[in-house]
């Protein structure tokens, strides 16, 4: 963002944790480098205690950014903690990310629920310190949130600044295209397929200006090359479209959120009939594809473990094996094993017995319950098995576990 944009940020950044007493985190993402986040040193963060893995702040507040851009600017979601967050996003003059504010952590309903669920249960004391809204409210904020952002970005006068500039850019194209093809040699389909195919090659280069740059020479060119024929011209933005698609999601941009956006897309061309709407609003469809397979990749392997990790903990009691994981988030499993480790510090099998033996530690203060239906609810396929993981990992047996904790002996 520009200083100017930070310093706006900063400014609603105190009104907002002055109003909520939560704290809120401006996250600057510089084109081309790593992402920086302006906090609060005056508000001590849950986050600077937790020990949670590699997802700092920093992390987190980023993560609900992205997700916040892709998702019409405003994203509620929960930390690995299972801490609510709520992020805005702002966007560039050229509609990438550019930075946004985040909110959080929050506790969203009843501090037990969120307690019972702890994977880290030593935090739970830190947890009853939180601010906690009901789910409504965190919606409120949410809106609240987006409108400020969508002020700061100034989107509107954005939106008519980028419009006038496409116009005049795409203006100059149609006249060199009209040049080009008044040679009547020039007259066919290999030209415009050519100016297509570069395009699509500059994407998966992961070159993302040379690729806006090009988009108004390819649109001048299939508006030319169609002789300004509406229903010649959807036919090659659907074509245009369906290539993008594809180039976009080998670019690393996620298949079923092209998958989504291209239908919708492709109904909106099929009901456009004026030429001058269409132009304009394929430039900006176009263009956000583009934009996605270079700014959705950034965050591709964060959403995978967020995903990968709620689902072990809804399901940790279930035979999870590294097939099931990998189809849950469509990867293959040697990559999704590289990626977790990569992103967590520990093996998709270490993280399982963790989740598991910590949901054991809860089930054994509870009494009435057998050691070997708790063996069972968290997992492990028998009781011996279970109590040799438990020592491993703890150090003592789960019969000894339930005994400190009760002070006496009881019946297992």
Known sequence: MTEQLVEKCKKYQSHFSGLLKVPCNVIDVPENMAPTMYGQTEICSFCDKCGFGPHDELATCYYGCNEAHRWNGKYIYYCPMGLVFIASSISSE??????????????????????????????????????????????????????????????????????????????????????????????????????????????????????LDMLNEVLAHVYVYSNYDINSIKARMLELLVMLSRATIEAGADSNEVFRLSESYIRQIEGNNDVDQLAVWISDIVRRFIIQAFDLAQVKHSDVVFKITNYIKKNCQEKLTLDTLAREVYLSKSYLSSIFKEETGISLTDY?????????????????????????????????????VFKKETGISPKKFRKNYFGLDVDV
Do not use: W
Not at 152 to 160: M, N
Not at 176 to 198: F, G, V
């Open 94 to 211: 050229m509609g990438s990310l550019a930075g946004g504010l985040a909110i959080g952590p929050i506790v969203m309903g009843e501090y037990q629920d969120v307690i019972s669920d702890l994977p880290m249960p030593e935090y739970a004391d830190e947890i009853m310190k939180l601010k906690s809204y009901t789910t409504q409210e965190v919606r409120h904020i949410s809106e609240i949130l987006a409108c400020v952002t969508s002020e700061i970005s100034g989107i509107e006068e954005q939106k008519y600044r980028n419009l006038l500039y496409d116009q005049e850019q795409i203006l100059k194209e149609i006249y060199k295209a009209k040049d080009y093809y008044e040679d009547t040699s020039a007259q066919n389909a290999d030209s415009l397929l050519s100016y297509e195919k570069d395009l699509r090659a500059a994407v998966l280069r992961g070159e993302k200006n040379t690729a």
């Open 352 to 388: 399982i017995t963790n989740v598991r033996i910590e949901k054991s530690k809860k089930l054994l203060t509870r009494e009435g319950i057998a050691i070997s239906e708790i063996a069972m609810l968290c997992g492990f396929k028998d009781q011996s098995y279970f109590s040799k």
